[in-house]
């Protein structure tokens, strides 16, 4: 529901950050993680703002951050061509994914944590993540990987492409277990550059360039509906809203209807990020503003980084 939300006490910037990749919650709700360009990844305390671990370990920025399905295990994806996979309770270093041939862009858990995939090069891997095992390499149809993730239950992973020239543009069902091609969700005219799944599974969210985020059925493939946002978005946990990162503003989104339902600002640059936490009383945004915001009832705090930059690929 919308309410438990608590937009009515505003926003509260917990911290100023350089660089504003990615953002995660931890199952709990109780700590987000977000990558940075000094290489990076910050886990804090959601009520106080304080930075609880920095693990540290790539030589170039992190482009993305997930924290794993049962709170145990964060994974990070960097342009210095690696994935890592932490300790989400000490911040050591569990494993070292190698293997991709340029920059890593993109990571997603499966369900169970027992499996991440990484993608890079126009290549998907998928790893075990006790061993570091690789166990699966799919080969995208596209030259541009945008964004992949597992499905709720799992079975597929789903991946968005295009080609050099941001055409050619497919959302792409593959089986998990044998990476095997499935269903293709075409019809869009520019890339799709971010995605997420309503939790029972049934709707898949996809954000394109043209600023408009489709939601479809993924059964039928069809389209259900068509909101204004870009480039990113979150499901509520109970699948009944959706809130999308908007210019300077996230916009929180009627699932059933398409109508908006609240508009909620103050950063004053565009909104990169935007997600839920688990229990959906919260959501947090990370800005080009370098700033990391949540809604909450939380009285104002502010925390200021300043991470030494180290060597780094641009990708």
């Not at 890592?84 to 991709?100: E, F, M, P, V, Y």
């Not at 998928?126 to 597992?150: M, P, S």
Request: proline share 3%.
């Amino acid at each position: 529901m919308l309410q438990t939300l608590r937009v009515d006490k505003g926003w509260d910037t917990l911290w100023h950050v350089r660089g504003d990749k990615s953002i995660s919650f931890s199952p709990d709700g109780a700590i987000v993680a977000f990558a940075s360009k000094d290489g990076a990844v910050r886990l804090c305390d959601v009520v106080t703002g304080a930075i609880l671990r920095t693990l540290e370990g790539h030589i170039s920025s992190v482009k993305s951050v997930i924290i794993s399905p049962d709170g145990k295990m964060v994974v990070s994806a960097s342009g210095d061509r690696t994935a890592r996979l932490w300790d989400a309770k000490t911040g050591n270093t569990l494993q070292i994914l190698r293997g991709h041939t340029e920059c890593v862009k993109l990571a997603a858990f499966a369900p169970s944590s027992r499996v991440v995939a990484t993608a890079s090069d126009r290549m998907i891997r998928l790893w075990d993540t006790a061993t570091a095992t690789a166990l699966q390499t799919i080969r995208g149809r596209g030259e541009l990987l945008f964004d992949l993730l597992f499905s709720p239950d799992g079975k597929f992973i789903v991946s968005a492409t295009s080609d050099e020239y941001g055409e050619d543009v497919t959302v792409q069902l593959w089986d998990q277990a044998t990476g095997a091609p499935l269903k293709k969700l075409e019809g869009m005219a520019v890339p799709v550059v971010f995605m997420a799944f309503c939790p029972n599974g049934e709707v898949l969210a996809t954000a394109s360039t043209d600023a408009i985020v489709r939601l479809w059925d993924v059964a039928t493939g069809a389209i259900l509906q068509r909101l204004k946002g870009f480039p990113s978005m979150s499901f509520s946990p109970d699948g009944k809203v959706v809130a999308t990162a908007s210019g300077k503003n996230v916009r929180i989104w009627d699932v059933a209807t398409g109508a908006s339902r609240q508009t909620l600002k103050g950063h004053s640059r565009a909104v990169q990020s935007a997600a839920f936490s688990p229990t959906g009383e919260m959501v947090a945004s990370a800005s080009r503003d370098k700033t990391v915001r949540t809604v909450s009832g939380m009285s104002q705090r502010f925390t200021y980084l300043e991470p030494r930059l180290k060597r780094s690929w641009e990708c």
